[in-house]
């Protein structure tokens, strides 16, 4: 996924004009606030560490990004105020308990608007 072959994260997540571009193993995927319909966020058990991660999903396209890209906590902050229905200590409620996976809808357009 996102993963080099040292099991490092790889990737930037910046924001522009209008939305956010992920770009992770020379791949670029970029997205508009206006046609997110679902972010999930979820945790990676890497054996001594958990990892923060979020799936990005509009009709056409999905993306990876992890607490580890750079950019990740610019991100977030915009991200908390397009989508105010998030709650804002959602990173923290997905980190516990230790080591499981924890998948937990953030966001869905259908359900949110």
Do not use: H
Not at 33 to 58: M, N, Y
Not at 64 to 91: C, D, H, Q, S
Not at 99 to 110: C, D, Q, V
Request: aromatic share 12%; charged share 35%.
């Amino acid at each position: 996924m996102f993963w080099n072959k040292k099991n490092k994260v790889t990737g930037i997540i910046e924001l522009v004009e209008s939305g956010f571009k992920v770009l992770n193993d020379e791949e670029v995927t970029e997205f508009k606030w206006s046609e997110i319909i679902k972010l999930t966020g979820f945790k990676i058990d890497l054996i001594t560490i958990d990892q923060i991660c979020l799936k990005i999903e509009s009709n056409d396209k999905i993306s990876y990004a992890t607490e580890e890209f750079e950019g990740w906590r610019i991100f977030v902050i915009k991200m908390l105020n397009e989508f105010p229905e998030i709650a804002k200590n959602w990173e923290g409620i997905i980190a516990k308990p230790a080591f499981e996976t924890k998948e937990t809808e953030l966001y869905i357009r259908n359900k949110n608007d």
